[in-house]
């Protein structure tokens, strides 16, 4: 029995050592770093600790023990967050839906801007724990009272549940602004990664005298009718992109032959509630000033480049904020010490220098 105690420790040793092992290899075998990146050695170490984790969530899966999506979600609820002396936080429910709000401690004589934002996480992952941090930096820089939803997320859920559950919370904090001491007129929508996404859906389907805030957020293509490729090829379509981000020999995307069948499955895919870049031009007319950041390094960045000027060319005024040296998540690691990259701090220092320059 001993022996057993002694010879178990070591071959997990040996295991997790040699998935980190191959996690390494993999990364350096398939992974370019861009030259613009500032400290490539600390992003390689970062993503080597991503592929390590996918891999483990991987073996997990195959073994039985669990999925990769669980496997993450695991991981995410052992991130301890840290308290920040100058707000006071507090867990909520509105309804079924899960909310945090983070409010200044020091009382203030007159109402506030408030903030709402949804966080990132593909819809499958995040949480308001990972985006405390983030949340509680946004509300204390910007002397905010900032309300973070924390939606459900697939594949418990279907797809809608997350954006009514955004609707429903923004609906029911924006109508009892003055419980929580926030001046009506001074409501920001702010996202990042998808949330971004859902913070442009919340904004076309309430259309308020509201800013809009949106930090970075089309798929076999044969279940797209012909009418809609129309509007795809005006609204899309790469020449819509400035020059300089347009890369040297992509080719044209045609129409694929229209499949009845993949429509049928497919079709939720082109609600409007699923993507905002295809709302029609008199939705977009009437949407709020925004400010959109896009980072160079990021699969994203043509979504946000596509909806600036989709908003540019309905008479929207837009703020824009682009990175070079930035990559899709850096945010998060704004105050991540020596995990945190220069484009981390600019990207909030922008957000947070643009709120309290509006109101």
Not at 23 to 44: G, I, M, N, Q, Y
């Amino acid at each position: 029995m001993v022996v057993l105690w002694l010879v178990l420790p070591a071959a997990l040793g040996t295991f997790f050592l040699g998935v980190f092992v191959w996690a390494v290899f993999e990364h350096f075998l398939t992974t370019d770093v861009p030259s613009a990146l500032r400290h490539p050695a600390k992003f390689r170490f970062l993503h080597c600790i991503f592929v390590y984790v996918v891999t483990l969530g991987n073996i997990f899966k195959k073994i039985g023990v669990c999925s990769l999506l669980r496997f993450l979600q695991f991981l995410q609820k052992s991130v301890r967050i840290k308290e920040d002396p100058a707000l006071v936080v507090t867990n909520l429910r509105f309804g079924t839906i899960p909310v945090r709000l983070f409010q200044p401690k020091t009382p203030s004589p007159s109402p506030q801007r408030g903030i709402i934002f949804f966080h990132g996480g593909a819809a499958l992952a995040g949480s308001l724990d990972i985006y405390h941090s983030l949340c509680g930096s946004l509300a204390r820089e910007t002397d905010s009272v900032l309300l973070a939803v924390g939606y459900h997320k697939l594949p418990d859920h279907h797809y809608h549940t997350i954006s009514n559950d955004c609707l429903n919370a923004s609906i029911h904090f924006l109508k009892t602004l003055g419980t929580y001491g926030v001046d009506s007129s001074r409501v920001v929508l702010c996202g990042d990664s998808v949330g971004a996404g859902v913070a442009a859906l919340i904004s076309q389907t309430l259309i308020p005298a509201y800013r809009l805030l949106l930090v970075g957020c089309h798929r076999d293509r044969g279940f797209i009718p012909p009418k809609v490729w129309k509007k795809y090829r005006k609204w899309l379509s790469t020449d819509n992109l400035p020059n300089r981000f347009k890369k040297t020999g992509c080719q044209p995307v045609f129409p694929a032959p229209f499949n009845g069948a993949a429509y049928l499955e497919n079709k939720h895919l082109l609600d409007v509630e699923n993507s905002p870049l295809v709302r029609d031009d008199e939705i977009i007319g009437q949407l709020p000033e925004a400010f959109l950041v896009s980072c160079e390094n990021d699969m994203l960045r043509d979504d946000a480049l596509l909806y600036k000027k989709r908003l540019e060319d309905q008479g929207v005024p837009v703020k824009w904020y682009h990175v070079e040296d930035g990559f899709h998540g850096s945010l998060m690691l704004f105050d991540k010490k020596s995990f945190s990259f220069p484009c981390s701090l600019k990207i909030m220092n922008a957000i947070v220098s643009y709120i309290k320059s509006i109101m």
